[in-house]
């Protein structure tokens, strides 16, 4: 089984971008599809809403409703990368967030089996 690690957070004003990157280890990337969720500051640790998914091939993508036209999600399975860009940032937005792999494209957390440890997006008013 791989291992995931996130970079790319940081404190950025509203209206602002980042982009998350996810780095996998293992040769069996392209096998997975991979999410991105995050946990706002006080939710529980098993508090990981959905935010965005991508297919294997990298041909469909799925997003959370709040931020459709603002971030996308990307894949490049020669370098073993998934990558998230947040465009146009709100402070509602702030949360750690995570990169995960499994087996099924799907926006529910407990069908993905490989997890990073987060990264912090903060977003200022």
């Known amino acids: 089984q791989g291992q995931l690690v996130e970079s790319g957070g940081g404190l950025v004003q509203a209206g602002g971008s980042l982009r998350l990157s996810c780095a996998a280890s293992?040769?069996?990337?392209?096998?997975?599809?991979m999410a991105w969720f995050r946990r706002p500051a006080g939710a529980g640790p098993d508090e990981r809403a959905f935010?965005?998914?991508?297919?294997?091939?990298?041909?469909?993508?799925n997003f959370k409703d709040s931020v459709k036209g603002r971030f996308t999600i990307a894949r490049d399975n020669g370098s073993n990368t998934v990558y998230l860009q947040m465009n146009s940032l709100k402070p509602e937005d702030t949360a750690v967030y995570y990169c995960?792999?499994?087996?099924?494209?799907?926006?529910?957390?407990?069908?993905?089996?490989?997890w990073g440890r987060g990264t912090q997006v903060t977003v200022s008013s």
């Open positions: 293992g040769r069996a990337f392209s096998a997975y599809a």
């Open positions: 995960a792999a499994g087996g099924l494209f799907t926006t529910e957390s407990q069908h993905y089996t490989i």
């Open positions: 935010v965005s998914a991508i297919t294997r091939s990298g041909g469909m993508t």
